[in-house]
């Protein structure tokens, strides 16, 4: 399985980022899909998820409101649109796939996603 994370940059604080991941290799209808970002000596962190059919996602507070996860199951990609962005919001962002990482509630575990994309820098500058 491959995930290839892309649509990082640089942007002023206010401004909007949409990252994509390109799934291939297994199933993407069939995995739960997470967003993860790890800032400068920092632990990787959740960001937000959505499931397999895209009819649940799950976002963490501080992101809540501002960031939204969507998928393409025909396009194999999952997207994370970011608004209002802040610099607090500067890391590496990378996508993660996983199977019943939903039904097993475990959506903000690093270690119940099997797959992990290289990673997209999203720097916001003040």
């Known amino acids: 399985v491959q995930l290839q994370a892309s649509g990082g940059g640089l942007v002023q604080a206010g401004g909007s980022l949409r990252l994509s991941c390109a799934a291939s290799?297994?199933?993407?209808?069939?995995?739960?899909m997470g967003w993860f970002r790890q800032a400068p000596g920092k632990e990787r962190e959740f960001v937000a998820a959505?499931?397999?059919?895209?009819?649940?996602?799950y976002y963490a507070d501080s992101v809540k409101d501002r960031f939204t996860i969507s998928r393409d199951n025909a396009k194999n990609t999952v997207y994370l649109q970011m608004n209002s962005l802040k610099p607090e919001d500067t890391a590496v962002y990378y996508c993660?796939?996983?199977?019943?990482?939903?039904?097993?509630?475990?959506?903000?575990?690093?270690?119940?996603?099997?797959?992990w994309g290289q990673g997209t820098l999203v720097t916001v500058s003040s």
């Open positions: 993660a796939s996983g199977r019943l990482v939903f039904l097993r509630a475990t959506t903000r575990n690093t270690g119940a996603y099997d797959y």
């Open positions: 290799g297994r199933t993407f209808s069939s995995d739960d």
């Open positions: 959505i499931n397999w059919s895209g009819g649940s996602t």
